[in-house]
């Protein structure tokens, strides 16, 4: 997720995709985001441009910054619980964010499982399954599960697609925060994801197909109807 950036906003961009990864949860609270000599070189942009982006997101509350030893940017920011915020964008626009991640993610599922998965890809996505079944409150949970969709369309290589993944999952992030969780629902999501996650491991790409697409209009329905 953060990648080069291009154009000419490139403090804007670094603000966007560092803010992304720490409401998604790649960067959970309490962990350190990388050295910025690290985070420059990765992102392409100087160390000037990364410190006023980080500055930007210590002033939105979302990192803190700890000098000396062991010291560093430290992630700050307490996803709220579910059903706690009103929406954050036009209706329309993420009910039609629904329509587009029901022909994106199947198809990142079905593309992962046609991959030959290295070891540590493995170990990666049985991690972020793992993490979902073990979130120990609903805002974590709903975290961890996008933590999983994401690392599901990293594992096809596609940076298009992960962008594409992302945008989705900040619509759905906006929509789930303004209902509330049900925990039949979870129930229901957990049982979906270790079938999607069993699908690409087992390298079915239909079924992964198949059983995403499934969770998707599961979950459209429910946030049409309480929406």
């Known amino acids: 997720m953060l990648r080069p950036v291009r154009g000419h906003h490139a403090f804007e961009a670094c603000v ?4 992304t990864s720490i409401r998604l949860g790649v960067y959970e609270q309490g962990s350190t985001l990388p050295p910025e000599r690290e985070l420059a070189e990765h992102m392409g942009v100087s160390r000037a441009t990364l410190r006023e982006a980080i500055a930007a997101l210590r002033e939105a509350g979302l990192v803190v910054t ?3 030893r062991g010291g560093g940017t ?3 920011y307490h996803p709220g619980e579910p059903g706690s915020r009103s929406l954050q964008r036009p209706l329309a626009e993420l009910l039609d964010a629904l329509e587009f991640r029901r022909i994106v993610e199947p198809g990142a599922a079905q593309a ?6 290295g070891d540590e890809q493995v170990a990666m996505l049985r991690s972020a399954l793992a993490k979902v079944d073990h979130a120990t ?6 975290q961890a599960d996008s933590q999983l969709h994401l690392a599901i369309a990293s594992l096809t290589g596609s940076p298009m ?5 992302t945008t989705v999952q900040m619509c759905l992030h906006d929509m789930l925060d303004a209902i509330p969780v049900l925990d039949r629902n979870i129930e229901h999501s957990r049982e979906q ?3 999607i996650v069993r699908a690409i491991l087992g390298g079915d790409g239909d079924e992964a197909r198949l059983t995403m697409e499934r969770h998707c ?3 459209a329905a429910l946030l049409r109807g309480l929406l």
């Open 112 to 117: 992962a499982a046609a991959i030959d998965l």
């Open 66 to 68: 700890r000098r000396g």
């Open 161 to 165: 697609l992960l962008d594409a993944v």
């Open 217 to 219: 209009d599961d979950t």
């Open 16 to 19: 966007e995709r560092l803010a």
């Open 193 to 195: 994801h270790g079938a």
């Open 74 to 76: 430290v992630v700050d």
């Open 137 to 142: 409150s609903k805002a974590l949970h709903r």
